[in-house]
């Protein structure tokens, strides 16, 4: 189904124009695959969320808007979608307040120590979401390893996993790295002498800081906040893994209505709202951000 | 910088702090599969290799290793492939559908991947192949994997210096000379780095195969969760230091071949 690199590159030499055109040929494996395997399964995905469930089959042919009257009717589906937004924005905000000291550190340290830094941050990227999530099982559990350090102290024990508590750690650790890079796109770009300035225009560290430094890596915070929402909001490995089936988000309500209960028709509804609340708030959050920056850059 | 040395030292302390944090759940993984006890105690209480042998014995795991690694294989080829010519044609092309095809190319990464996963889980038994799920879990990775090889080889592409094909072209090389004498030796470091991310992609994909996986091919991260849901004895913690050798392997080698920094580059690209 994929061209061999031999023909492809015959067909695309052979194919060159003088000035340099490139044959279709090379993008028509792309093309198909992303048509039919992509852009096809989302539009049915929507035409799915207009038909019928029934007991004996995952849908019948016959129209209606009662899957998604369903989803909006629901008051459970308000409380998951709620319980499910809190978590993306809360996981974003402390993702943000722990990634900036150490983009900042990272974006102003020497070249011989910034490699090693960003091996440290790029390293948890290459380990699986599973493999990370477990790591924080053997830290957290109630017989894991800080509250044996609590016991240890005499302080505990103390209920890390299997809550909301737990959820978090782990999503703030996953989504880390994402963020870190962002930030350090727009703070790599920030000349330090332009702090310097400020300060030795008689600004304090802390004002130099929120006046100058700050609304210069504006556009790494938007790019690296909406990453990290988009990311955390759509988890499942550590909801269900780190949340113990104990914490519902939508993404785990919805592949249980698909999966478990075959309710395609439901399902596609469900996540198709929650995926336009997500782009709705992105695009008001943008917005925002937008005039924000228009107003200090 | 003029930050008091406070200042400097209580930044340093936390940033420590932060790369323990990032740092400490991989670590803690690996130093439990080398653990002889049933729980990961400090001081450890000493070394073995009986969760190795156990993952060994373990028949589940085994298979889904292999079945792990030859789909990333089967994955890191096509995505490559597909994704190396849609990058030459839209990077050389002056066609007006330009940026949409680019659009399309990158579409996959942006949208949430369980709700990729759904879609498709969906339309594969709309069409009647929804039992296939070799086919299934090929098609669902490369999708994913393809943006990743697009925009590295991309990145090389926008900076290569075109009279040099021109100029082996004149000299007398035909087409396949000048490809494989010019220009692949000049873009090898976005086409392996892409295909790296292509391979890890693959290899610790989840949401895709939670939703696509049937009886007989279960990714490795799949079978972890599937048993990680009912205990976390420390076999699952050899399995993974296993997997993250496996890894560490794969980046080694492209570091070998093209260096770290084109790697890099590339993840930013």
Same mark, same amino acid.
């Given at each position: ?60 042919? #016959? ?78 559990? #109630? ?47 920030? !000349?330090? #002498? ?68 075959? !309710? ?34 | ?170 000299? =007398?090389? =035909? ?40 009886? =007989? ?53």
């Amino acid at each position: 189904m994929a061209p061999t690199p031999g023909p492809t590159t015959t067909t695309e030499r052979r194919a060159q124009t003088p000035s340099g055109q490139q044959s279709f040929v090379l993008y028509l494996p792309a093309l198909l695959l992303l048509t039919i395997f992509f852009v096809l399964p989302y539009l049915y995905l929507l035409y799915m969320s207009f038909m019928t469930h029934t007991s004996g089959a995952p849908y019948i042919r #016959d129209f209606t808007f009662e899957n998604y009257a369903e989803t909006v009717r629901d008051p459970f589906n308000w409380e998951i979608i709620w319980q499910t937004l809190r978590f993306g924005i809360l996981t974003t905000l402390i993702t943000l307040l722990l990634s900036y000291p150490l983009a900042y550190h990272m974006a102003r340290a020497s070249s011989a120590i910034k490699g090693l830094l960003m091996i440290m941050v790029l390293a948890p990227l290459l380990v699986g979401i599973v493999i990370r999530s477990y790591g924080w099982m053997i830290l957290l559990a #109630d017989n894991g390893l800080i509250n044996q350090a609590a016991a240890g102290l005499g302080i505990g024990p103390f209920q890390l996993m299997y809550n909301e508590t737990g959820v978090m750690i782990g999503l703030v650790h996953i989504y880390m790295p994402f963020m870190v890079l962002s930030l350090l796109g727009s703070l790599q770009t920030i !000349d330090p #002498d332009i702090e310097r300035a400020a300060r030795s225009l008689g600004a304090g560290a802390w004002s130099a800081f929120w006046r100058v430094t700050w609304p210069l890596s504006l556009p790494g915070v938007t790019s690296g906040t909406v990453l990290v929402f988009v990311l955390t909001v759509s988890s499942y490995v550590i909801p269900s893994l780190l949340g113990g089936y104990k914490v519902l988000t939508l993404p785990l309500l919805v592949v249980q209505t698909v999966s478990e209960l075959f !309710d395609w028709p439901l399902g596609s509804a469900m996540a198709l709202v929650f995926f336009a609340i997500t782009v709705a708030i992105i695009a008001a959050y943008l917005k925002l951000m937008d005039r924000a920056m228009r107003g200090v850059i | 910088m003029e930050y008091s040395r406070r200042g400097r030292l209580l930044l340093t302390t936390v940033v420590t702090i932060l790369y323990l944090f990032l740092l400490a759940p991989i670590v803690i993984v690996v130093i439990a599969a080398f653990n002889s006890g049933e729980y990961l105690r400090f001081p450890p209480e000493g070394f073995s290799l009986r969760w190795f042998r156990k993952f060994l014995d373990s028949e589940p795991f085994v298979d889904s290793f292999i079945f792990s690694i030859e789909l990333a294989v089967i994955v890191t080829i096509l995505a490559t492939i597909i994704g190396t010519a849609a990058a030459f044609y839209v990077v050389r092309s002056s066609s007006r559908y330009r940026s949409a095809l680019k659009l399309l190319m990158i579409s996959p990464l942006p949208v949430p991947a369980i709700l990729t996963g759904i879609a498709l889980l969906i339309f594969f038994y709309a069409v009647g192949i929804g039992t296939n799920s070799l086919f299934n879990l090929i098609i669902g990775h490369t999708l994913i994997s393809l943006p990743y090889v697009f925009l590295t080889v991309s990145t090389v592409l926008v900076g290569f210096n075109r009279s040099l094909e021109e100029a082996a072209r004149n000299l =007398g090389a =035909g087409p396949w000379t000048t490809f494989f004498q010019i220009t692949l030796p000049i873009i090898k470091g976005g086409i392996i780095s892409g295909a790296v991310f292509a391979f890890i992609t693959s290899f610790d994909q989840f949401p895709i195969s939670l939703l696509l996986a049937g009886v =007989g091919t279960t990714p490795l991260p799949l079978q972890l969760f599937d048993y990680l849901r009912f205990s976390f004895d420390p076999t699952a913690a050899a399995v993974s230091t296993l997997s993250i050798v496996m890894t560490v392997v794969v980046v080694l080698i492209t570091e070998r071949l093209v260096g770290l920094e084109s790697l890099y580059r590339g993840s930013n690209a």
